[in-house]
């Protein structure tokens, strides 16, 4: 009851705490702007919002923003702890009655080019304990429609490639007249034209009249030789440019095949001028990811001829990455992951990526010494070319890569000792800015267990899931992954969304051959086809990624980012089991924080104690996680929370199958370094509801939640979705 009493105390005083304190003297804080619209022209008054030309503070919750009431438990110094509050609050936005007039004269203007003739828009501005509300009074003038259109456009080749052109014309008649409208069709012609090899055209050679003096309104729609601020006796012939001299010049001190940099290039000599080859040019040339800044210079060496210079300026052909996970939790489990990735972006001098990744993972138990390793290293050759497939007959602005990747990868823990060697072969691209692929048509992975204590393979024998996990094994199949992102910076300051679907599936090709191939029974009980006496692997896998950022409040500095992910997979036909390293988990610096990772779940199931340091998987799994960003000061930010899901076995036991009920739950709060070029996070997770403790004590306690390890810190790199 004090606890619930405290919260309502700090609550109160957030909320009674004055938005104007810190107001200049005879100001007012801006608290609201309304729209009110009259008249039979019914205009939403969010589309009027828009051109108010002051705004005031956002509300976050229910009307209220928390922020407003945080700035000002500042005394205004912008010192010690009042920069603290200043920083982490939102400043209240002071009431400038000049700009009223101003919206209001932006508010005719936008009707008038929304097609609304004579417009009228009044403001009342309501002043009461410092607070001063604007009303916005907008009659909208009546709408024009247009009852005919006149073209009148140059002679010749031009006229021919505009009437060509006719019925993509988004001006008809019986469309109201709005200069928005008309300026959208100048755009979109001329985009269209220029394609055409009409190089000289832009939009200002575009004019539009309306005669409305009439009972019928005409729409002159003229295009001339000369612009809007030109004369008409310097009006110059439309003619179509054709290319001439095309060089594609790049630093010396970058070494590049030159017949690679020509069959980049779209732009030929002798060609008809087109934008479009241009851009997608522009594109191949960027998406070589070698030269920092890349320009397409075009300039005119008589009436119908232009020449071309690509330029390519600036290299970083060589780079570091590197990434640190780690994570404690109270019941003294350690975890850290280190990564590090060197690349060189042109081994071989023609925009080949060599890239060679060193990643590490070591946990260990502090009360009792136990301890896991592993570590791993993979080299990849990532060429700007589809192997097989000429660049020449590709004619669009992205040119897919083909990947080559093997790997090798090393696990010691207390129960056994494992290693993986991958090899994958494959092609990976976009579609469109935001639209990325990967495809790869053989994936491989030989899986070695060895040094298996005598306990674990007791244990194993007993269970045919978990020994079909843990035995040597061949994983041969194809792979593939979608991802559409709508920023794809490293850290994103705008909101976006982004979804990323990916599938597996191995061994289907192989059980083609199994009359062909040996069986070999394990203690008698279990019977595997093999491929070099080796078991395959036959499964199918699937996860889905989901992802929304939304930004808001005061410079747009706060966002709320929610995520949602699920995966499944089945094994069958050669196997009961998907792979180990194939399986679903939860927990870790990005998923489900009040857990380590590898701990929680499948279902109801307690922690295992097969494995004294934990590895808890499932082939299902199901999150959503939900957290609030804010700035604070400096380049520090905070965050807030929460998260459920879990993973689950769909043929295990009942208490490892999903039910509602033991779906987990945990909240947290964060603290985040924003370098702009990389992020650093600090992440406690403490659990809420945890399905593995007995029935009647699964909601987790506030006293549980740092005695009876109910909690995790975690250390990460980047957002964790």
């Given amino acids: 009851m004090r606890r619930i009493l405290l919260y309502v105390t700090l609550l109160l005083l957030v909320i009674s705490c004055s938005t104007t304190k810190l107001l200049p003297e005879g100001t007012y804080r801006l608290a609201s702007n309304k729209v009110e619209v009259k008249g039979k022209e019914k205009i939403p008054s969010a589309e009027v919002t828009q051109y108010i030309r002051q ?80 009303k916005y009074i907008v009659t909208p003038g009546e709408r024009i429609r247009i009852d005919r259109i006149l073209y009148e456009v140059p002679e010749g080749s031009f006229a021919e490639e505009f009437r060509a052109d006719s019925a993509n014309i988004s001006v008809h008649v019986g469309d109201f007249l709005a200069e928005k409208n008309l300026e959208a069709e100048t755009t979109r012609s001329t985009a269209v034209l220029r394609d055409k090899g009409f190089f000289d055209l832009t939009k200002n050679h575009y004019y539009f009249e309306a005669d409305t003096l009439t009972d019928v309104t005409t729409l002159f729609y003229r295009i001339k030789g000369y612009t809007r601020t030109d004369i008409p006796d310097n009006a110059i012939p439309m003619r179509k440019y054709h290319i001439g001299n095309v060089r594609v010049l790049h630093p010396a001190n970058v070494p590049f095949k030159e017949t690679l940099l020509r069959k980049f290039n779209t732009i030929h000599p002798g060609d008809i001028y087109s934008e479009q080859l241009v851009n997608v040019a522009y594109s191949r040339y960027s998406a070589l990811r070698l030269f920092r800044n890349v320009s397409v210079e075009l300039t005119p060496v008589d009436t119908n001829t232009v020449d071309c210079d690509i330029r390519l300026s600036g290299s970083d052909l060589f780079g570091v990455k590197a990434n640190l996970e780690a994570s404690t939790n109270s019941s003294g489990l350690m975890g850290f992951s280190p990564q590090l990735t060197v690349y060189n972006k042109n081994i071989f001098h023609g925009g080949e990526w060599l890239t060679l990744g060193f990643t590490g993972n070591w946990q260990w138990l502090m009360s009792s010494g136990a301890a896991s390793s592993e570590f791993g290293i993979t080299a990849g050759l990532s060429l700007p070319r589809m192997l097989g497939y000429p660049i020449g007959k590709i004619k669009g602005a992205y040119i897919p890569r083909t990947d080559i990747t093997a790997s090798f990868n090393y696990r010691n823990r207390p129960e056994y000792r494992r290693t993986i060697a991958k090899f994958k072969f494959g092609y990976s691209g976009q579609i469109g800015p935001n639209l990325f692929y990967q495809f790869n048509p053989l994936q491989v992975d030989a899986v070695k267990l060895f040094a298996i204590s005598e306990d674990f393979k007791q244990v194993l024998i007993q269970y045919p899931y978990i020994w079909d996990t843990f035995e040597d094994h061949l994983d041969a199949g194809v792979g593939g992954m979608l991802y559409y992102t709508t920023n794809s910076d490293v850290v994103p300051k705008t909101p976006y969304h982004y979804g990323r679907l990916s599938l597996d599936m191995s061994g289907n090709i192989l059980s083609l051959f199994n009359p062909m191939l040996k069986v070999i029974t394990y203690a008698d009980v279990y019977s595997y086809r093999t491929l070099f006496d080796v078991p395959y692997k036959q499964y199918v896998r699937a996860e889905l990624n989901l992802g929304k950022v939304f930004r808001f409040g005061w410079n747009d500095g706060q966002a709320l980012a929610a995520h949602f992910v699920t995966g499944i997979g089945k094994a069958y036909g050669n196997s009961v089991s998907l792979p180990f390293e194939k399986q679903f988990y939860c927990g ?122 109910c909690s995790a810190i975690h250390f990460g790199v980047g957002y964790p979705f």
């Fill in 55 to 134: 705004q005031p503070n956002k509300n976050i919750l229910f009307g209220w923003n928390p922020g407003l009431n945080i700035y000002n438990w500042s005394n205004g110094s912008g010192e010690g702890i009042n920069k603290f509050w200043e920083s982490l609050g939102e400043p209240p936005v002071v009431f400038d009655p000049s700009l009223v007039e101003s919206s209001r004269s932006n508010i005719a203007t936008n009707l008038q080019a929304l097609g609304y003739f004579n417009s009228k828009v009044d403001a009342e501005i309501d002043y009461k304990n410092r607070l001063a509300r604007v």
């Fill in 588 to 709: 870790g610096a990005g998923s489900m924080r009040g857990w380590q990772a590898r701990m929680l779940g499948p279902g109801h199931e307690e922690l295992s104690t097969l494995f004294v340091i934990p590895s808890q998987t499932g082939d299902f799994k199901m999150e959503m996680d939900l957290e609030y960003r804010f700035p604070m000061f400096w380049k520090l930010e905070g965050a807030l929370f929460a998260e459920a899901g879990n993973v689950w076995i769909l043929n295990g036991d009942e208490e490892q199958k999903f039910s509602w009920g033991s779906i987990a739950a945990d909240w947290g709060l964060g603290l985040r370094v924003n370098l702009d070029f990389i992020l650093l996070r600090l992440d406690a997770g403490l659990r809420l509801h945890d399905p593995a403790r007995d029935a009647g004590d699964r909601w987790v306690t506030p006293r549980a939640w740092f005695k009876e390890g």
